[in-house]
């Protein structure tokens, strides 16, 4: 009798045919890891670009001109557009994670979707501080001005490359940390999407009622896709509500107090200022409340549809 006889693989053998595998994943990973950071990163300044990228008017101008005939910018520097800034740079940092975890990107994968994302990134921030600078008066307060910018610019770059990371590689618990990130920086980025003039008279500025409620929903939402099934998944999850609650506050202080003409000249009263306007945002039950009580109950309802649906599957 000539018929071949099936063995079954060993238990070792299937694990090295896995390990095999996934052994090729980074390799195939890096054609595509690289262009997917680029593109992410272009993604999170598309809505500086779509409004023209046009300089905003600076306090220090060499000479008076009008908003349309400042130059061209990658990036709004300006310090009444650093919670801008910064959700640009976040956001196109979360949409590369998201990407690279959905496409299970390991090893040099990762790297190169992080070097993509600071092709775009780092590269916007020279572009734009050269502009800025060759625009500018002579004065200290012009390099103090610009150095400040670059220096905010860059920390919010590091922080977009750390919710990259998370996002993309770490476990679940230290996912959900890097998505509620680049929740917060969705809220500004929406804003900027829908009201390009930031003075409420676009097509679309009606629509900005949703931008208190964007942070808290998709925190609860990654809150139940990440579940609370594990204790690192449990505190994950309560620190994810405090960022929920304290970012608000944050926004609102730096916002107020860098945007104050008054106060600018004077780093002490600027800090001041901004602390006490932190201590009331963060403490006003009206404004701190709402986002704690939206992440909760959409975490709840999230986390309850999840349960429902795995004891369906294992009726089934």
């Known amino acids: 009798m000539n018929d071949a006889v099936e063995i079954e693989p060993t238990p070792a053998a299937r694990h090295a045919g896995r390990f095999d595998a996934s052994a090729e994943e980074p390799r195939v990973a890096a054609w595509v890891a690289l262009p997917i950071g680029i593109a992410a990163a272009t ?4 809505p500086w670009w779509i409004s023209g990228a046009r300089l905003p008017l600076q ?35 979360a949409v590369a994670g998201i990407t690279g975890r959905a496409l299970r990107l390991r090893g040099w994968g990762i790297l190169l979707v992080v070097v993509g994302v600071l092709v775009v990134q780092a590269g916007a921030t ?6 800025v600078r060759e625009g500018l008066q002579d004065r200290l307060e012009s390099d103090v001005y610009v150095i ?102 944050v926004m609102t202080a730096l916002a107020n107090a ?6 600018i000249h004077s780093s002490a009263d600027v800090i001041d200022y901004g602390v006490a306007m932190f201590q009331m945002a963060l403490l006003t039950p009206e404004l701190a409340l709402r986002p704690i009580i939206t992440t909760v109950v959409v975490a709840f309802i999230g986390l309850a549809v999840r349960a429902a649906i795995a004891r369906r599957r294992r009726v089934g």
């Open 258 to 263: 860098l945007g104050n003409q008054v106060l």
């Open 59 to 93: 306090y220090l101008w060499e000479s008076s001109a009008l908003p349309e005939a400042m130059p061209i910018a990658l990036l709004p520097f300006s310090q009444y557009t650093v919670i801008q800034i910064f959700s640009l740079l976040v956001v196109g940092a």
């Open 43 to 46: 993604i999170g300044l598309a």
């Open 126 to 131: 020279v572009q734009t501080a050269r502009v």
């Open 148 to 249: 400040g910018l670059v220096a905010g610019t860059t920390l919010s770059i590091l922080v977009g490359i750390t919710v990259t990371v998370l996002i993309a590689r770490a476990p679940r618990a230290g996912a959900l940390l890097g998505l509620t990130i680049g929740a917060i920086g969705m809220a500004s980025w929406t804003s900027a999407l829908l009201d390009p003039t930031r003075i409420g008279d676009g097509p679309f500025a009606t629509m900005l009622v949703i931008v208190p409620w964007i942070a808290p929903v998709l925190t609860g939402i990654a809150i139940a896709w990440t579940g609370v099934d594990t204790v690192a998944r449990v505190i994950a999850g309560l620190l994810a509500i405090a960022l929920i609650w304290i970012s608000p506050a």
